[in-house]
């Protein structure tokens, strides 16, 4: 069965998940984690997204964000193929980090919105990385604590956060801290990452109930939200489905960078993809190299088709420029 496309306009609010491949580590030690974390807040500034909520666990992660002018998916193609990247130089290995296709959900704010904070911002303490509630509020490693005002990082909407539960921070923080201390007896929260009718109605009594009076409702497992909400959402995505790249439209933009590049140094096309070292044909092929990722979010493996290197040469080049 084919996979379905993304809901990615930006300025959605979207419940991000990213794992390892076959559930492996994603983090070996402090400084993978911090990396992890620089690159996340770097990115988050540099593409104007705004993160409400993260949490970094061994084998996976989850972030509630929304996009910027970009969209989500040049986002996450950005940040993780350069973690991927470092990730693997640094431990001297090869292939795949993540699972090649993150989770994405789309989020009604007002239904979920503080939901899904506390639910994110738990996940440390139920997979018992942390202990307790007050080691939590000191993790680095979670948003929680940047709520919390234990921790700083400038790059969390914080503000955003707090103004959900109040007017003035100390009392907004005061509340937040008992909203997740709430959420603790709440256990895993299945409503919030499932799929079908559980998670646009947010639990079974209400699908029982609806199935029992012959009601039906409209649901997407790509949506977290009403079903009015899920037909709003489908609706804006219809309008906007034009504006992504077809496989087409990819090759021709991507010959139309490579052919100006070229022009631009009188290197052919012909010899930047022979593999050639020559000084021009480097240079021009870092800079074709870079600007597919960072502006365009190309794989790397069609790029490094189209300039006449290997995958992992590509990878290279963008690890040394970054």
């Not at 911090?34 to 996340?40: A, D, E, P, Q, Y």
Request: charged fraction near 30%; hydrophobic fraction near 35%.
């Amino acid at each position: 069965m084919p996979r379905q496309a993304r809901l990615d306009c930006p300025g959605t609010l979207h419940h991000v998940m990213v794992r390892g491949i076959e559930r492996r580590r994603i983090v070996d030690d402090d400084e993978d984690r911090k990396n992890f974390v620089s690159r996340l807040g770097k990115l988050a500034q540099e593409s104007r997204t705004a993160i409400y909520a993260w949490a970094l666990l061994t084998n996976h992660a989850h972030m509630l964000l929304r996009s910027g002018p970009l969209g989500l998916s040049k986002f996450m193609r950005r940040f993780v193929t350069g973690y991927a990247v470092t990730y693997n130089l640094r431990h001297h290995r090869y292939g795949h980090l993540f699972q090649n296709r993150y989770k994405s959900i789309v989020c009604d704010a007002d239904s979920y919105f503080t939901e899904l904070v506390r639910y994110i911002h738990l996940n440390p303490l139920r997979v018992k990385l942390v202990g307790s509630l007050s080691e939590l509020e000191r993790y680095p490693y979670s948003g929680h604590g940047v709520i919390a005002g234990r921790i700083q990082y400038d790059w969390q909407d914080r503000d955003y956060v707090l103004g959900w539960f109040g007017k003035r921070e100390k009392e907004a923080m005061g509340r937040y801290r008992e909203f997740v201390k709430d959420g603790v007896a709440l256990g895993r929260r299945p409503e919030l990452v499932g799929g079908g009718l559980v998670r646009s109605l947010g639990e079974w009594s209400q699908v029982m109930s609806l199935r029992g009076r012959g009601n039906q409702e409209r649901t997407d497992e790509r949506i977290l939200g009403s079903g009015e909400f899920v037909n709003q959402v489908l609706s804006e995505a219809e309008e906007k489905v034009q504006q992504q790249y077809s496989i087409r439209e990819r090759k021709n933009l991507m010959e139309e960078i490579i052919a100006k590049e070229c022009q631009k140094e009188q290197v052919s096309v012909v010899e930047l993809r022979s593999g050639s070292r020559r000084g021009a044909v480097s240079e021009v092929r870092q800079r074709i190299t870079l600007t597919l990722v960072k502006e365009h979010g190309m794989p790397m493996a069609e790029i490094a088709r189209q300039v006449g290197v290997s995958t992992s040469a590509v990878s290279r080049i963008y690890s040394r420029r970054e």
